[in-house]
């Protein structure tokens, strides 16, 4: 419902008109440069956008991470810039965006999102990436101001001896999607010792709290799932394409990647699978207690029939009745009420009733 409502923004406008659809995080728009060789490598923040003019025939691999989207100026920038399609500009700013790679000759655009888990209330965190490839340049585009998974390849890049130092952009583009996705694998992992978790719980001491866990659990499942099956295709497209942008030196690690994709779907399908048996266990034992409960009301209840017979029978008020007048009148009814009661549990215990 929250994506209608974000579309609901754009309705009767041109195709192409940008419109943040997103959550506005606050703060500017920062944007930093990277540009390496095998000899060379050159790491500063963007003070003035003329800059991109500048860098964009610069020697070597430039990169250039934009954080934050409110700013629709910084955008338009790069889109005169680099030549980027107005409605490419567009699916940047719609953050709702599902994985996808579209070839426009001088540049591959590809968008996915990136996940964490919130380690205090244990929710699924996720923004939007969009990644535009050109001949010599790689331009990311994140949602938000509150970090990235891309430390570890801006670490590689500060190593001479990298590989990723010696190959292009497109290199670098897989580069950024494989720290993804070994990501989706650590946000899965913790998924799934959460899951441990509450199997262990169903089976000690299965309570209202654990059907709930299950459900938001199988929530989150879904949700990863919208996520990681679409990049499947993405990352399947990208190393099919024709397009001189992905070199054949490059098309070898994308299909590593892709494994690694379908790798990260077949655990989550099996969570998924897990979390359905959970919940069968659950309702079934629900069920088994309940019929625990009503075995033992059944038997308390079968027990005082014959006793609500025998002092019913005795409590009429008649007068010639000759066991009212008889001394041991009460010790023999209460004598037989205990035979009665004591009988009916040892014939039980031999049905293995109780």
């Not at 390496?36 to 025939?57: A, F, N, Q």
């Not at 934009?66 to 399609?85: K, N, P, Q, T």
């Not at 990644?131 to 890049?157: P, S």
């Not at 990260?264 to 959970?278: A, C, F, N």
């Amino acid at each position: 419902m929250t994506s209608i409502k974000k579309r609901s923004k754009k309705v009767g406008l041109a195709p192409g008109t940008l419109i943040h659809m997103g959550r506005d995080k606050g703060g500017a728009t920062k944007v930093d440069l990277v540009r390496y060789d095998e000899t060379h490598l050159e790491k500063r923040p963007v003070t003035s956008l003329d800059e991109c003019l500048i860098e964009k025939g610069a020697a070597g691999v430039t990169w250039i991470n934009v954080e934050g989207l409110a700013d629709l100026e910084v955008l338009r920038h790069f889109g005169s810039c680099y030549g980027i399609h107005p409605l490419v500009l567009e699916d940047i700013l719609a953050t709702d965006q599902r994985p996808k790679a579209a070839d426009y000759g001088e540049y591959l655009y590809v968008v996915l999102k990136m996940i964490g888990l919130d380690e205090g209330g244990g929710e699924i965190k996720s923004e939007q990436v969009s990644l535009v490839l050109g001949q010599n340049y790689l331009i990311t585009f994140q949602e938000g101001l509150e970090g990235d998974v891309f430390e570890q390849v801006r670490a590689r890049l500060g190593n001479e001896k990298a590989r990723l130092r010696a190959m292009g952009p497109d290199f670098l583009l897989h580069a950024l999607l494989d720290v993804i996705v070994d990501h989706y694998f650590l946000v899965v992992e913790k998924l799934a010792d959460r899951i441990e978790d509450v199997e262990d719980e169903l089976v000690d001491n299965p309570t209202t709290a654990t059907v709930q866990a299950i459900y938001r659990l199988k929530r989150q499942l879904l949700f990863l799932h919208k996520i990681f099956w679409p990049l499947r295709e993405v990352v399947s497209s990208l190393q099919r394409r024709d397009s001189p942008l992905v070199r054949d030196t490059t098309v070898i690690y994308l299909r590593d990647l892709y494994d690694h994709i379908v790798q990260v779907l077949d655990t989550l399908e099996t969570l998924r699978e897990m979390l359905s048996g959970m919940l069968d266990i659950y309702l079934s034992s629900v069920s088994n207690r309940l019929n625990e409960v009503m075995k033992v009301l059944t038997i308390i209840a079968t027990i005082f029939m014959p006793l609500s017979f025998v002092v019913g029978w005795y409590g009429m008020n008649f007068k010639q009745m000759p066991e009212l007048e008889w001394p041991y009148g009460y010790p023999a009814v209460f004598a037989l009420c205990l035979v009665l009661a004591g009988g009916m549990l040892v014939y039980f215990k031999n049905k293995r009733w109780l």
